[in-house]
């Protein structure tokens, strides 16, 4: 019998291994962004990695985003797999025309010839406190944008798994580091790292009855706390991971509003024109006739994202996901 | 005459008849930034104007301490000191006229302060109350830039309208070295031109765009060396001379104003602390050139010249110091209170009108925010 | 007795004819972009204004849309009203961070002291037969960015009156105008051009009781014709056309929804991630009761756009929408 | 030593102590477009590679007259002519190794045809029938760019790649005049002098932007001064004369492979048809001007240095104009056969495996395929 020597990580520290033995494991991954070499990393997620394998894998570029983008899809045509940091969410804006123009296309545009194995990691969302443009969720702008796979973890071994398998992809992957679960810590064995799991399947972290709770990134933590809270009330609800926006994962979603019959998503974007949008007219589409009440949704507010001292009143918590629980029309069941 | 009309810029004849064009040579900066402190050209500079950029400067120092010391007492968020760099700051804020506009960067709080936004209104952003805490209109600052060099076309568009208006108001743009590696530096730069706006750039090159040295950001003899691509005169100053900041900025304001059209001004200076509270950086300098950045500290050149030429004594210097410690005392006892938060502002200035959408969402708050009320009674 | 002279126009002539009442009228306005001054655009909607109101009024710019928009921003805060053109609605990408961090948020960022009365015109869609890059349907992404208003004409009235409506707003505004309608014709009186329609109401274009088509755009020709040909399969279909995607109409969709029981949303922009989730999701929010059916969309494909010989493919026709009707669950009803 | 190791940037002292840099004279361009015809350097150009060169512009002119015919045929959806222009897009093409790249931008169909590109697959983008005709590896040319100077980054990013592997390929980017004023041709510049790429910017300065003159998009004594603020050497060359062309881009080339880093070329040409078939260009332009231009023909002024020096007679400018003709002939050919097209290939190559939503919509177009093709049948 082997004991397994299980020890404490932070997501950040499981993003930093999936990017260390990605480094080992292919010559041809380069990391590159603003202080990603000598600092590590504004977050520190590429800490001692230009220290390992050189500044020319792990390179500090000049400060412009198009051009770290643009020259990394130079670089991905020339048989490389560069995996671009972005420092912060609104600091990948700059960036946007080489995102939307040819990270997405470059593939469809030549007929399948010249891919683009592009990792673009974004930490994105708030609840850190952060200054405007250090905050806001923008993966709807990725969602909406054909060619691209828009990928989040939620826990520490998928922060490993995931990024692992966004590195692979050879497919261009927008990677959606969630800032404020950089911290969160997990138990997992360093020396057998979780298997890389492969993007586009949603996972149940919660099972239950009463109804879904679909969600992914930031939010996952907060609506296990609200389903542990809902107990109380006499709720037994489930909680969908989606941990790939695209492509999306219909089968385990619409199997779980099946059995539970009604579903609330949530996430921290902007509700208007957000993912929850996309996400709930789809499950209405595959499971109209299982649905006892509307999908609801619980989002961010309509609004530019709050200073530090507000952000609190417009994340989803608890209460709102509960009291959106509520509004599930339970009568109607009676 | 249209302001479209009055450019002087080139279209090339065919090669064979070749025209004579806009001269490059006196858009190349100097090949030594410009310095008055310590040189002759200090017994020409106004010792009023001296005198105050001194006072100016200790005040701007100590803003700088008590900042970061308010970050180490939860007081703000994060502070981007301009530490080593008060010359620059406190020069642009001088520089300027009443009717001018500033355009600063995240870290030029102080420049906002030394123009007059309210020392505590300019901290807003960093304390987390709000994104920007001062009316831009009432002295005519435009919000602190987060974004890198997004403000440079903003006030080249300032600008250009004033002109089209018949205004004979300067904008002055701030930006870090980094900053001019983004995309929106060169577009800006290039409108400024084309269009003869009345613009002055100033970039401080710190050295650093947080760990990334300059030698990593660009290849350029110097970033003054910028302005020639553009068509525009690029000026080279040592960004630790306060009187040689004042000047050159004056000039180019005046230039400016006279309808010579944009200069871009890269004052030499060092960031003298960690790019924010929040950085280490041990990381990425060694402590030798941080000394060799204190022994030509902006305050000390000044202090040293006023004194050497008799023009300040020790009295006035325990004044100048009096001053900067009541106004620090003030700083720290107005941000020991508590801003007053209203969370409904979340929805007050989205748009002119909240939408039938964000009424309904205002609802939502307002009932929650009534039911956190209740509990917080009850308990 | 007084005889009105009506007269045809194009969309495009509706639009300049705006733009110039709106130079005329208020000297704070000014036009800018690449082409619109000496050229008139690359469409021609800004034909004469230079001539009439001089360049400074009517601005060819720098080729570069970031500038464009950013130093419009200037302007604005100077107390001009800068009208961007934006040549196509690809090439506004490069503007992305400007609108995204700046135009959207100034009004919020500093309490409402510094609004940015900014209207970015971007001619959008295809069914032109445009190469790569001059057809893309991006109104997810401006939908996706509180701060903004975003607004499309389908008619030549609605095009005059919501310009005009847009340069007057206070806030910004992106005005997307349907580039394959610029020579739609209709007959207006050019000496009494119709009434400035406040932006944010909806409009029936054709009443029915079967189903709602709810669109906007380029496709409200295609959805009333497909209304029409819908006769003849005994369908009586009502379509409204959305004109403001921000603010939404809620009132006007839901009412009609309420009374028809049924709904498709019909756009040229990608499904996935596009209006229509939002559109479908919260009709269902506030109407779920009165459904007989999911909402169902009929969208442009996942895909980036099409080469012009294949766009026809990739465009919601009136068969695909037909379809869709067919699929709403009529055997319920009986 | 790492490439990040070899950069020459710098890193400046404290003023006091202030650094001898980058030495920026050898940057500048000349005051004058380089010329090889019609100047003594002639005589040392080599006469085979003159009638080479002239080879191909004949070529080109021709395969831009015949693609402007195809557009009012219909067969084309628009074409971008680059007459007046040949000498540079046939340079470019030339001036590079079988090993390196070439990024064109949506003008320079020519360039990737004269390196070999199929000259029906070039024209694929153009036709409609999809984004790109070719195999962008077999000849090494990037996919045309229709988004302005977004390839130059591509270019760099491309190069540095390269060198990072060992390989001694230099990319060759071409950009417009206009396509200047763009973020991303700053911020590509700027990233391969940094990283000493192997790179050479080409800017055809064709004097306009669709209807904007260079006057209204740069106020700099020329566009190759804008090198200098990046630390790069910046040329100046009569882009009529193929010849000077050829050689300032071979020089430019070889100085990157050695590793020398990257150049910035500008080449002053014009555009003698108008932006496109669908522009009028007497909105923006007088006949006077594109008269002094045809004055000035490329393929005329190589001509007569190569007649005139008797290196070329009547019967081979027969032969030449005979090859162009039958290039014409075969392009008309193949040009006025339907190009093959599946509508499932919009889902083929969006992502290496379609996804589930694709499948779906795969399906659902099968589906309407096979119903159009039954009531084609039943018709
Ligand atoms: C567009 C954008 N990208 C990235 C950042 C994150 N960031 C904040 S400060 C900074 C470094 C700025 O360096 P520099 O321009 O030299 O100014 P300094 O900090 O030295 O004053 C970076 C990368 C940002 N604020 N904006
Ligand atoms: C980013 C972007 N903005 C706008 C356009 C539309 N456009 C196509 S060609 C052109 C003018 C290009 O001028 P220049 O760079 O001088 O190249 P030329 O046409 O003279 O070869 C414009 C504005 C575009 N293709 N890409
Ligand atoms: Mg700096
Ligand atoms: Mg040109």
Known sequence: MTTVALKPATMAQALTRALRDALAADPSVHVMGEDVGTLGGVFRVTDGLAKEFGEDRCTDTPLAEAGILGTAVGMAMYGLRPVVEMQFDAFAYPAFEQLASHVAKMRNRTRGKMPLPITVRIPYGGGIGGVEHHSDSSEAYYMATPGLHVVT????????????????SDDPVVFLEPKRLYWSKDSWNPDDPPAVEPIGRAVVRRTGRSATLITYGPSVPVCLEAAEAARAEGWDLEVVDLRSLVPFDDETVCASVRRTGRAVVVHESNGFGGPGGEIAARITERCFHHLEAPVLRVAGFDVPYPPPMLERHHLPGVDRILDAVARLQWEAES | MTVMEQRGAYRPSPPPAWQPRTDPAP??????????????????????????LYGQLVLGRRYNTQATALTKQGRLAVYPSSTGQEACE??????????DWLFPSYRDTLAAVARGVDPVQALTLLRGDWHTGYDPYEHRVAPLSTPLATQLPHAVGLAHAARLKGDDVVALAMVGDGGTSEGDFHEALNFAAVWQAPVVF???????AISVPLAKQTAAPSLAHKAVGYGMPGRLVDG????????????????????????????VTYRIDAHTNADDATRYRGDAEVETWRAHDPVRLLERELTGRGLLDEDAVAAVREDAEAMAARLRERMNQDPALDPMDLFAHVYAEPTGQLREQQELLRAELAAEAEEGAAR
């Not at chain 2, 406190?90 to 009717?99: F, G, K, M, T, Y």
């Not at chain 2, 100033?202 to 650093?208: A, D, E, I, T």
Request: no cysteine.
């Open chain 1, 153 to 168: 973890p939620a826990t520490v071994a998928d922060a490993y798994g995931l990024l692992r398998a966004a590195i692979a």
């Open chain 2, 27 to 52: 858009l190349l900066p100097d090949a030594e930034p410009y310095r008055v402190l310590g040189t002759e050209a200090a017994a020409k500079a106004d010792p009023e104007l001296l005198r105050r």
């Open chain 2, 202 to 208: 100033l970039v401080q090159n710190n050295g650093f």
């Open chain 2, 90 to 99: 406190v020069a642009a804020a001088l520089a300027l006229e009443d009717r």
């Open chain 2, 240 to 267: 630790n001379d306060a009187a040689a900041v004042h000047e050159v900025l004056t000039d180019a304001v005046r230039h400016a104003r006279a309808g010579g059209g944009p200069t871009l001004i890269e004052a």
